[in-house]
């Protein structure tokens, strides 16, 4: 059989027709196991045809063309194909690889077929006619024929010779059949050994129109093909191809803003990425952190110290509010890895609508000596008519806008960047004296000079969003604008599971999500409040500013969602936004429980002070409070010496509370019953060895011994243990602390003139959790004598006691 691979694109009728006098029959493409594009093929390899109505609209969208043949001789077979009249190999007009036939082509193709059909049936019939003529003669009603009269009997010699020589006869006949069959499958091979290099060079072309080489005829003429094509488009962007992405970030705003970006980055890829993060100190801390704690697969962080490129930058006045970091993109083929060739350069108030892949692609378009990717400026900034007097920097056009930038640092290498930026801005600031766009005006005054450098990205890449910009005809063109550690040691049958996993779990976080500016006092006295919290409890936070003047760690246990209303709150609240020495980290939420002792080792570990005061956000301290334990750190010399210095809590049931100014007037609302002791009557062992009857009468501060379940509230140095994060949610977490504090030969001492008052709020859903779960408080008693196996472990003979209490309890 012959099959033909055309593709047929004038109008259906008539080609239809023609195919139906032809004997053609389609049949869907899904039966195809071979690649379109062969000449002839055997029939379980049909190759791909597809008709259309009108130019660019399919009538069927992938069809096999079968075609048959008829009986002939080899030789004749043989004549026919190599008179030229045989099937064809595809065309090349295609810009998909697939031939393209005309109507009128297509008709003198059937009428071909049709003679070479009556010739194929002819070689077929003429053998088994004549086989069917020799057997036939050899009977006569039924019965053989005899050649003679001793043939005639049925077992003579005579008759048993000529059936073998009618064998013979056949048998040769068949090997002459098989003999002209093979020729004709070698003639097939021959012809179909050609057409892989027609596939060639239409793959080839496909390649370079997606590469934007093509000319526009040819892509539209592609896109109508693509349409039947079983062969995907090339992509121009592997699939494994790391895309390196810089940002130049500095100070904790901008670095709020940098994870913004890089979700919006995040939600769209498909691709490795690698940021290179040109971060001061403070930024480099926070993200850091954020990054190691997110643990995003297929991403890589980059580092490079902005302070040390300050110099590079600062001898160029700069009124922008970035300040000195704005520069800093001029030195990016200097501060980057020099065998790395191209770079995407992000603004951190960028926000993508689509797959930075795409982006990416666009290098692939860059000819000559382009070596920067802009997008035009959509302000009348660089023409001048804003204001009177207004004197912009020189620029071709409406300028660029350096928020988006694609940079192919081996060519602007080579081409000495450092040394054309340099000379640009020393003799530009001659006449203007600063820049007021920063690093956009040095950018524009370069390409001013030099505009074959630049290759202008489209407009949606760059969509700016301001009081001058002027985006309407980008937005009338454009519909899209685009702009664990590991858990294999836990058995998920035990029934403390999801217990005994939060303590491997990585919360992702956010230090410093707001401006934290503070230097401790040089005496080495300070005290940082520490404390964590969740969004219910988020009121509580101006009244402990206003009780507390001293620096605060807080972490924040927060949703994405519930952040962004914690920024807005706090931002429209002056209490905070005046206060710059509180430390707002947000631990992002992640399975079911409160990790509450991982929250408070978070606060911890970014105290900037040389002592911590442990709190929680449902007390206040009293006013006064953090003069008071500087002077106590000094009194107690917590400096050389292990000790907490506890301070008593007491609590109040009503919502609206006169605060006591002193202790006389605390004791006087204790009298009156306004105030009580701290969970007197639900929990007493825990501040029982406060000792609050001495308390009352103390002058000076006295020490106490640790008792079971004992659970104050302390002042310790920076350099103390952290909270064990096997206690989640409510209970034990702060026992488990004070019992290691002690274990560790600490000294606990009360201060008589200090005191802090708890303030009433609903249940947590941890605490009703553990008043009504059965298996909740099951788990917590397991964990807690986990917990005191470890103790002795660590301690020896020494934590033998707390197993005693425990057991006396």
Known sequence: ????????????????????????????????????????????????????????????????????????????????????????????????????????????????????????????????????????????????VSLSPLESQPHSPRYAAAGQRERESLEVRVREVEEENRALRRQLSLAQGRAPAHRRSNHNKTYSMEEGTGDSENLRAGIVAGNSSECGQQPVVEKCETIHVAIVCAGYNASRDVVTLVKSVLFHRRNPLHFHLIADSIAEQILATLFQTWMVPAVRVDFYNADELKSEVSWIPNKHYSGIYGLMKLVL?????????????????????????????????????????????????????????????????????????????????????????????????????STSLADQDIFNA??????????????????????HTRSEQCYRDVSDLKLQKQLSELDEDDLCYEFRRERFTVHRTHLYFLHY??????????????????????????????????????????????????????????????????????????????????????????????????????????????????KSVIQLDLASTKKAMIVPAFETLRYRLSFPKSKAELLSMLDMGTLFTFRYHVWTKGHAPTNFAKWRTATTPYRVEWEADFEPYV??????????????????????????????????????????????????????????????RICLKTLKEEFQQDMSRRYGFAALKYLTAENNS
Request: glycine residues 6%; hydrophobic residues 40%.
């Open 1 to 144: 059989m012959f099959f033909s691979d055309t593709v047929v694109t004038s109008k259906p009728d008539n080609d239809l027709l023609s195919l139906q006098t032809c004997s053609v029959r389609l049949i869907p493409a899904e039966i195809s196991q071979q690649d379109p594009g062969s000449q002839l093929t055997y029939p379980e390899a049909p190759v791909q045809t597809c008709f259309t109505s009108s130019p660019g609209t399919p009538l069927c969208n992938r069809y096999r063309l079968f075609a048959f043949s008829f009986a002939g001789s080899a030789a004749e077979i043989r004549k026919y194909y190599e008179g030229g009249r045989g099937p064809r190999a595809p065309g090349r007009e295609s810009a998909l690889g697939l031939g393209v036939v005309t109507s009128e082509r297509m008709l003198g193709i059937c009428r071909g077929r049709r003679k070479f059909l009556a010739a194929s049936l002819t070689v077929l019939c003429i053998p088994a006619i004549t086989w069917l003529y020799l057997f036939a003669g050899s009977f006569e009603d039924g019965k053989p």
């Open 333 to 433: 083929t200097k501060t980057l890895p020099a065998n790395l060739e191209r770079v995407i350069v992000l603004d951190t108030d960028i926000t993508f609508a689509t797959d930075i892949a795409e982006l990416w692609a666009v290098f692939h378009k860059f000819k000559g000596q382009q070596v920067l990717g802009l997008v035009e400026n959509q302000s009348d900034w660089y023409l001048g008519n804003l204001w009177k007097n207004h004197r912009p920097w020189p620029a071709l056009g409406r300028g660029y806008n350096t928020g988006v930038i694609l940079l192919l640092l081996d060519k602007l290498r080579k081409m000495k960047w450092e040394q054309m930026w340099r000379l640009t801005a020393e003799r530009e600031l001659m006449g203007m004296l």
């Open 446 to 467: 370069v390409i001013k000079q030099n505009p074959f450098l630049v290759y202008q990205l489209p407009c949606f890449w760059n969509v700016q969003l301001s009081d």
């Open 517 to 630: 500016e503070y230097e401790p006092a040089s005496d080495n006295t300070d005290v940082t409040l520490v404390a964590q919290l969740s969004m219910d409890r988020l009121q509580m936070l101006e009244a402990i500013c206003k009780h507390w003047e001293g620096p605060i760690s807080l972490a924040l246990y927060l949703s994405d969602a519930e952040a962004q209303q914690f920024l807005r709150y706090a931002q429209g609240s002056e209490v905070l936004m005046s206060r710059h020495n509180v430390a707002y980290h947000i631990v992002y939420k992640e399975g079911q429980f409160y990790p509450v002792n991982l929250l408070r080792n978070v606060a911890m570990k970014h105290v900037g002070t040389p002592y911590m005061f442990l709190s929680d956000i449902d007390f206040l301290p009293m006013y006064g409070l953090y003069e008071y334990l500087r």
């Open 715 to 776: 002042v310790v140095r920076r350099d103390c243990p952290e909270y064990d994060r096997r206690f989640v949610g409510f209970g034990w977490n702060k026992v488990a602390h004070i019992m290691e504090l002690d274990a560790q030969e600490y000294e606990f001492i009360v201060l008589p003139n200090a005191y802090m008052i708890h303030m009433p709020h609903a249940p947590s859903f941890d605490i009703t959790k553990f008043r009504s779960n059965k298996q909740y």
